[in-house]
């Protein structure tokens, strides 16, 4: 199946998060007519995961993307849902990560009219809610569907480098508590606001982590709440940060830093550190070996397609770090070259998609 044609496709099927109902019919039906057996994963709120196998000989491979995109930014001066222009296909989702998808899918197909013994076992997997909280992989890791996985491919846009791993993330809540006085009179309170102002504002004083691979984490403030009641001195303030980690940086860990920063800083109210709830797990940072066989395997495979084999890391998360983490299975991640990710005039290289699906399939012949 020609995988630019199917991304063409893709793209001009609306599918932001919550909303990805109707491409996965589509992906299911796609499957249905090439004579694979397919599972639909409910998923409450958002569109059904799809599941589908091939049996074959060696490790069974998880071929992994998700449906679904960000939601429609202002700015566009191409069609969101597709337009051609010489070699980029620009679109919402074109990059991120329809043309994945759409590799891994026409792929999938294809390896189904080979031999039994010339391909190992195959899962894919469309899931929803990536760009949310990765509530459609996660559902696919609770159900155990793929429990017998020993390899995961996902298809994310890496500029064509071989990622071995991702940095971790955090959202915190920081709450303050000061006390209520007159505000002509400020010295008989404890602003909330100004004291919780130190804290956010001192963030970048932490001396973070370095990993070898990761680099270091980072903070950044993404909201900041706080008002008086009247003519008061205000005793309430809260601020949204972002903490992004590596490895061997753990919750505890996280908290107290900043509770030992508000404390060097002298500051009077009193501060609580908690995580922002979400409703699935924490999103881990990881590191791949490249001295493992699979990742030597790719590399190879990488350079038999004419792809220098560079390799990256991930400065943020995605649905990788849940498979890494909590599936515990070697996870692989290599798309396709594009840009504008998230934004207007987002864009995929073609020539770089049918490099991605090459890569792909000479890498599961070298696994049999």
């Known amino acids: 199946m020609d995988e630019v044609e199917l991304l063409k496709k893709l793209v001009s099927i609306e599918s932001p998060f ?38 074959g000989k060696g490790p069974t491979v998880v071929l992994n993307g998700h449906m679904d995109t960000v939601h429609l930014s202002p700015g566009w001066s191409r069609n969101p849902w597709g337009e051609v222009d010489g070699d980029r296909l620009y679109g919402l989702g074109s990059a991120d990560m329809k043309a994945g998808l759409a590799v891994l899918l ?36 609770e159900s155990g569907k793929l429990r017998d996985a020993d390899i995961v491919l996902i298809a994310e846009p890496t500029n064509e480098r071989l990622m071995l791993g991702a940095r971790g993330r955090f959202v915190i809540k920081i709450s303050a508590k ?16 100004e004291e919780l102002a130190k804290v956010v504002s001192n963030l970048g004083r932490i001396r973070l982590r370095k990993h070898l691979k990761l680099g270091k984490g980072s903070y950044c403030t993404l909201s900041f709440r706080g008002e008086a009641d009247g003519l008061s001195v205000p005793d309430r303030a809260e601020a949204i940060v972002d903490r992004h980690t590596v490895v061997d940086e753990n919750w505890t860990k996280v908290r107290e830093e900043i509770e030992r920063l508000a404390k060097k800083l002298g500051v009077t109210a009193e501060i609580r550190v908690e995580r922002y709830p979400r409703p699935t797990p924490e999103m881990l940072p990881y590191a ?44 692989l991640v290599f798309g396709p070259t594009g840009g504008n990710w998230h934004g207007s005039n987002e864009w995929v290289s073609l020539s770089s998609v049918r490099r991605v699906k090459e890569v792909y399939r000479e890498f599961l012949k070298t696994l049999v």
Do not use: C
């Open 178 to 193: 000061g006390r209520k006085a007159h505000a002509a009179r400020p010295q008989n309170g404890v602003n909330a606001i």
């Open 106 to 141: 026409s792929l999938f197909i294809e390896m189904g009219e080979l031999p039994k013994r010339e391909r190992p076992s195959l899962i894919f997997t469309a899931v929803s809610d990536e760009e949310g909280f990765s509530r459609g992989t996660w559902k696919l890791i």
């Open 288 to 331: 791949v070996r490249e001295n493992l066989r699979e990742v030597k395997l790719f590399k190879r495979a990488m350079k038999e397609m004419g792809v220098e084999p560079r390799v990256t890391y991930g400065k943020s998360v995605g649905d990788f770090n849940y498979f890494a983490n909590y599936l515990r299975r070697t996870t």
């Open 18 to 55: 919550g909303k990805e109902e109707e491409i996965s019919k589509f992906i299911t039906s796609l499957l249905e007519e090439n004579g694979f057996s397919v599972e639909r994963i409910p998923v409450e709120g958002f569109g059904d995961d799809v599941l589908a196998r091939l049996p």
